[in-house]
């Protein structure tokens, strides 16, 4: 499954702290931790590839360890709004700008 960045960065940030990624830095050290964070990046996840492991206190719950594509997805359908990454001509920022914003969205 095809994530750009600032989608793992939140979904990472949605996670509580009892909770870590195990083999993500096959996907995000190169490209998330160097220094040159690009939101648009994208990391091409496989089943299995990534792992959510409990780190909690005990005792741990029934299940600790989760499927990273499992929970994602999970997070991604109960999520009341998309997160873009656009390429836009820079003359045209403020007019998206403001079509954005007159639809209720909101840019960072």
Do not use: R
Not at 5 to 18: A, G, M, N, T, Y
Not at 31 to 55: C, L, R
Not at 70 to 94: A, F, G, R
């Amino acid at each position: 499954m095809k994530i750009t960045l600032v989608e793992f960065d939140e979904f990472q940030k949605s996670l509580s702290d009892d909770w870590y990624f195990v083999n993500d830095e096959l996907y995000v050290n190169e490209k998330f931790w160097d220094g040159n964070y690009d939101p648009s990046s994208i990391i091409d996840v496989k089943k299995d590839d990534i792992t959510i492991a409990w780190q909690g206190p005990d005792p741990s719950p029934k299940n600790d360890t989760l499927d990273f594509l499992t929970e994602y997805k999970k997070w991604k359908n109960n999520c009341y709004v998309d997160i873009l990454v656009v390429e836009i001509p820079k003359d045209k920022k403020d007019d998206l700008v403001k079509i954005i914003k007159e639809l209720g969205g909101s840019c960072k």
